[in-house]
């Protein structure tokens, strides 16, 4: 009889101790509320163990308005508010409320910094606790201090619990740089091909045209335009001695080329380019005109020099292209306009340029009126 009850005294012991070294082990994160409102304390910084809530003393005294102080002659700690006074011991946890004795302090140690127990404290200074459980939360509280119920008090709390995700951007910035790739002087018989390699390499392009060759191959201008890519205006004579005679004369070219494109395709257009480059043609009058009509202009930071090669040379272009390209970078250029021309080998070498584009990693776009980027030989910033 005696060998049998000892057994199983042998056994609960084994049960409620390994009970205990579980418990001390689980440390069960809790966010703590006073009265109406969260506590600023991070998840895990309070925590339930060994089936107590506890949190960092030092930050909950502060937290609840107990001023603390330690006695270093006899190792106590007093902690204070309205008057009252809770003394203990941190070794012995033996405690006095008031010079009375009361309850040993609930104390924890967790890498050198001590946890105390919010109920213990909160009790002593007439603080009443509820677990929230739904919401891991201990609300310590006074009838006088809270409004709300614990209702009131979680509903009123959401956004503590259910901070809000930063909303996304609906157009995130492009982290990537641009190369606009622009083709002058068309439509023209080389347009297909052009518009074909663009789409076979999801590639958007700005074309300048030339107003008799958007009547001549409206075919491929409709097409431009469909596609997605930006027409822009490059005069009607594409002559030096006609066009800039006279800011007039050069005004007039470019409204015709506008309406022909509207005309054609639908698009309003108001980037020029200025047949041979903007300088040193557009001086100030011609500048003034073009900003008061609203005109942007686009010169170009790499001149893929693509005018002067046949189809047997045509390597040579893409040589120029990279080697432009290589210069911007270098200058720390996010944004390149590279220039070509509706010609028979740039169309030839074109497949070969864009591959080397996108392996340099720039985003192929068309020229976008709402992002304009200057990029005219006078630094005109109007334009
Ligand atoms: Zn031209």
């Given at each position: ?177 641009i190369?606009y ?23 958007k392009?700005t ?23 930006y ?134 776009q068309a020229y976008n009126p709402s992002a304009h980027v ?10």
């Open positions: 009889m005696r060998k049998w009850a000892s057994a199983v005294f042998f056994c609960v012991m084994m049960f409620a101790f390994g009970g205990t070294v579980l418990g001390a082990t689980q440390e069960k994160g809790i966010y703590l509320g006073l009265h109406d409102k969260m506590l600023p304390f991070a998840k895990g910084e309070a925590f339930i163990v060994n089936g107590q809530a506890v949190a960092p003393m030092a930050k909950l005294n502060k937290a609840l308005y107990v001023k603390q102080s330690f006695n270093q002659v006899d190792g106590t700690y007093t902690l204070e508010k309205h008057g009252k006074k809770l003394i203990f011991n941190a070794s012995t946890k033996e405690a006095s409320f008031n010079g009375k004795k009361t309850t040993p302090a609930i104390i924890y140690m967790k890498n050198n910094e001590m946890y105390i127990g919010v109920r213990w404290v909160a009790d002593h200074f007439g603080l009443k606790t509820d677990y929230l459980s739904a919401h891991q939360t201990v609300r310590i509280y006074s009838p006088q201090g809270a409004k709300l119920s614990n209702e009131e008090f979680i509903q009123a709390n959401q956004s503590f619990f259910h901070p809000k995700a930063p909303k996304p951007n609906p157009n995130p910035p492009s982290k990537k740089p190369a790739v622009t083709f002058d002087d068309g439509p023209s018989v080389y347009s297909a091909s052009i518009l074909n390699t663009l789409a076979a390499h999801k590639a392009a074309f300048f045209y030339i107003e008799p060759n958007v009547r001549k191959y409206s075919t491929s201008a409709k097409k431009a335009a469909k596609d997605g890519h027409l822009g205006l490059h005069s009607v004579t594409h002559q030096v001695n006609r066009l800039y005679r006279s800011p007039q004369s050069f005004m007039s070219e470019m409204n015709q080329t506008q309406q022909t494109v509207k005309q054609v395709t639908g698009q309003s257009s108001v980037l020029i380019r200025a047949p041979y480059g903007s300088k040193p043609y557009l001086k100030q009058p011609y500048r003034n005109a073009m900003a008061q009509k609203g005109y942007r202009l686009w010169d170009w930071d790499v001149d893929s020099l693509d005018w002067k090669h046949s189809p047997s040379t045509k390597n040579q272009i893409l040589q120029n292209v990279k080697a432009g390209v290589q210069q911007q970078k270098k200058r720390g250029d996010q944004n390149v306009v590279i220039l070509m021309h509706e010609k028979k080998a740039t169309a030839e070498i074109l497949p070969a340029i864009l591959d080397y584009l996108k392996k340099e990693g720039y985003d192929l200057t990029q005219n030989f006078w630094k005109d910033g109007r334009l």
